[in-house]
């Protein structure tokens, strides 16, 4: 079982910066891919970012170049570094992470942008 605590969530300017952390309960070492995903109001959840164990990423092609995941494996977190934001970055932002087949959520922050 592993279980994803997300944080960093909130208010911030168009054009400002936001982190958002993931406290994640085991080794992050041991997990197969770290992700962040997305559900703006009214729409599906979208991924947003994912990093393997291997190290290698993959982006939204809306946020590439704006958006960063990074993982600190001494403190088992995953992050993300959101900057330039825009008011349709607005949406719940949730930690996910693939293990053994099995997917795993968080509760989910909220990230607003106003317009």
């Known amino acids: 079982q592993v279980q994803l605590v997300e944080s960093g969530g909130g208010l911030v300017q168009p054009g400002g910066s936001l982190r958002l952390s993931c406290a994640v309960s085991?080794?992050?070492?041991?997990?197969?891919?770290m992700g962040w995903y997305r559900q703006p109001p009214g729409k599906q959840r979208e991924l947003v970012a994912r990093?393997?164990?291997?190290?290698?990423?993959n982006y939204a092609d809306s946020v590439k170049g704006r958006f960063t995941i990074a993982r600190d494996n001494a403190k088992n977190a995953v992050y993300l570094q959101m900057n330039s934001l825009k008011p349709e970055d607005t949406a719940i932002y949730y930690c996910?992470?693939?293990?053994?087949?099995?997917?795993?959520w968080g509760q989910g922050t909220q990230v607003t942008v106003p317009s």
């Open positions: 990093l393997t164990s291997g190290g290698s990423t």
């Open positions: 085991v080794n992050i070492l041991i997990i197969d891919a």
């Open positions: 996910s992470a693939r293990n053994l087949g099995h997917d795993y």
